[in-house]
């Protein structure tokens, strides 16, 4: 089964993304990883809403934290690090999708906000929508 990518209708503006993290502690997301990565069949992405370099030790309890709360075992692959991400909007979605900004073109042309990205592979039976189904899906937590 191969997954579809989502249909972006447009990106927030840099004022509706300032607004629209108001409240937000962080989103976490959830995607089917390459097939090859058996082990760790789903690809994780935790945006904390903060643009301030957290040290180490406040990354590793942070990740310790979301790897206890929501039964994620096995992380491999972590890239931990403030990143540049855009929000799109779609209609078959009711909000906003992260979408982390790594080439320069989609820096240049996409409105962003500057937040620190936990970004692994992973497994666990909590998010079979990403481990059977092929979807991605992602979940905000206020504040």
């Known amino acids: 089964?191969?997954?579809?990518?989502?249909?972006?209708?447009?990106?927030?503006?840099?004022?509706?993304?300032?607004?629209?993290?108001?409240?937000?502690?962080?989103?976490?997301?959830?995607?089917?990883?390459?097939?090859?990565?058996?082990e760790t069949p789903i690809h994780f992405t935790i945006f904390l809403n903060t643009d301030e370099k957290l040290p180490q030790k406040v990354q590793e309890a942070v990740l310790e934290k979301f790897l206890r709360e929501n039964n994620i075992g096995k992380p491999a692959e972590l890239m931990s690090q403030l990143m540049p991400v855009g929000f799109a909007l779609?209609?078959?979605?009711?909000?906003?999708?992260?979408?982390?900004?790594?080439?320069?073109?989609?820096?240049?042309?996409?409105?962003?906000?500057?937040?620190?990205v936990m970004d692994f592979l992973a497994d666990s039976d909590a998010f079979d929508e990403a481990k059977e189904k092929n979807l991605t899906g992602w979940s905000y937590s206020y504040e």
Do not use: G
Request: no cysteine; glycine share 0%.
């Open 1 to 38: 089964m191969e997954a579809k990518a989502i249909k972006t209708d447009q990106y927030l503006t840099n004022e509706e993304i300032k607004k629209h993290l108001q409240n937000v502690e962080y989103i976490i997301m959830a995607a089917p990883a390459p097939e090859h990565f058996k």
């Open 90 to 116: 779609s209609k078959a979605q009711d909000t906003p999708m992260p979408m982390l900004l790594v080439k320069q073109e989609d820096q240049r042309s996409i409105p962003f906000a500057v937040m620190h």
